[in-house]
């Protein structure tokens, strides 16, 4: 017979799908909602239900948007001649926080990982080029610029080739350049903690000061 | 301007709000209901809104029970001539988990912690008193132990102090004892690493063997 009663039970077993909770934080947040004032645990049912209703894939970028066209693909603002692709929405955010671009974006939908099962079929490889074309014909320089943004590991590094490789004629065209974020050391880093990997790609892509 | 949708910064302000989770657990744990197929964000919704309208507190021992009276404090195997003081219904999963205990339980609803601004009168003080003396009622032997489980720190030990004080009559006439958790070094500890009180605590318990 278990103790607690069958409803905390459910809250408990689906805050325990979300990625790094384990049953003990699982039950610690559900307890946080038993023990906080009534309201809390409702506003944040009502939040869930308000977002699975109102949130759509952008048809462009494919970020998630409230809108068919979200407020960056629609801004004006905004360059089109370079589109960085990106495996999630968070790593938009991430972008845009540090406002360091100013182009468009391209969410893939992960990365090409045999291990986990994930082919190229999987991800969102036919919609880039569509967008790529699409970005093309708008530009009067007919020249654009894909920025691969994938993660800097085994699986990101496969995309970026894999990206690399199906644009393939337009760079010999001429009108697309495929690039991929540098690679090296991270500010504040201390070069005696640096992997091997880090500091040859730091060795590599090392500049003349 | 915001590079997410409202609905979905709502979700993260929410999630944020639990203990221990920060804004970026908080994004992560949103965006797990974004990508995961439509239902996951529906189904903790339901949960939530089933378990706030079903969840009371048992009105003997003040566990979250979804009857009036829970199904420990209702069970007809437990002994009555034990009751464990803790803090939170967590730790009565915590002791029922490990089936070491077969009295009844009082959910205290906290410590007492000026720091926090948590006084005798936040407590369940009045409703403990009042469920002893129902069980000394009921017991042939009009001997009652309270085992008291707080934690072992600064509030816990404050708020064992209290219930102690609180029940010197029925201490002096016999009719209760007030006990402690034993404290010392946890199973498997490794002594080099013990601290200052927990290894005084374990001399001044040592027994012989």
């Given at each position: 017979?278990?103790?607690?009663?069958?409803?905390?039970?459910?809250?408990?077993?689906?805050?325990?799908?979300?990625p790094?909770?384990?049953?003990?934080?699982?039950?610690?947040?559900?307890?946080?909602?038993?023990?906080?004032?009534?309201?809390?645990?409702?506003?944040?049912?009502?939040?869930?239900?308000?977002?699975?209703?109102?949130?759509?894939?952008?048809t462009?970028?494919?970020?998630?948007?409230?809108?068919?066209?979200?407020?960056?693909?629609?801004?004006?603002l905004?360059?089109?001649?370079?589109?960085?692709?990106?495996?999630?929405?968070?790593?938009?955010?991430?972008?845009?926080?540090?406002?360091?671009?100013?182009?468009?974006?391209f969410?893939?939908?992960?990365?090409?990982?045999?291990?986990?099962?994930?082919?190229?079929?999987?991800?969102r490889?036919?919609q880039?080029?569509?967008?790529?074309?699409e970005?093309?014909?708008?530009?009067?320089?007919k020249?654009?610029?894909?920025?691969?943004?994938?993660?800097p590991?085994?699986e990101?590094?496969?995309?970026?080739?894999?990206?690399?490789?199906?644009?393939?004629?337009?760079?010999?065209?001429?009108?697309?350049?495929?690039?991929?974020?540098?690679?090296?050391l991270?500010?504040?880093?201390?070069?005696?903690?640096?992997?091997?990997?880090?500091?040859?790609?730091?060795?590599?892509?090392?500049?003349?000061?």
């Amino acid at each position: 017979m278990s103790v607690l009663p069958k409803s905390v039970e459910n809250v408990i077993a689906q805050f325990s799908k979300l990625p790094g909770v384990g049953p003990k934080s699982a039950a610690r947040m559900t307890y946080h909602y038993l023990r906080s004032p009534n309201g809390d645990a409702t506003n944040l049912a009502n939040a869930l239900i308000d977002m699975d209703e109102n949130i759509c894939f952008c048809t462009k970028c494919y970020n998630v948007s409230d809108k068919e066209v979200c407020s960056l693909c629609d801004s004006l603002l905004r360059k089109n001649s370079k589109i960085c692709v990106v495996e999630e929405p968070l790593d938009v955010v991430a972008f845009e926080n540090s406002a360091v671009y100013e182009g468009f974006y391209f969410v893939l939908g992960g990365v090409i990982s045999p291990a986990e099962g994930i082919g190229a079929e999987d991800l969102r490889f036919k919609q880039l080029k569509e967008r790529c074309n699409e970005l093309l014909k708008e530009l009067e320089s007919k020249r654009l610029e894909v920025i691969v943004a994938t993660n800097p590991n085994l699986e990101g590094e496969a995309t970026a080739s894999y990206i690399h490789d199906m644009f393939e004629k337009y760079i010999k065209e001429g009108t697309m350049v495929v690039s991929r974020l540098a690679m090296g050391l991270p500010t504040g880093a201390d070069l005696e903690y640096a992997d091997r990997l880090t500091l040859k790609r730091a060795l590599e892509g090392r500049r003349s000061i």
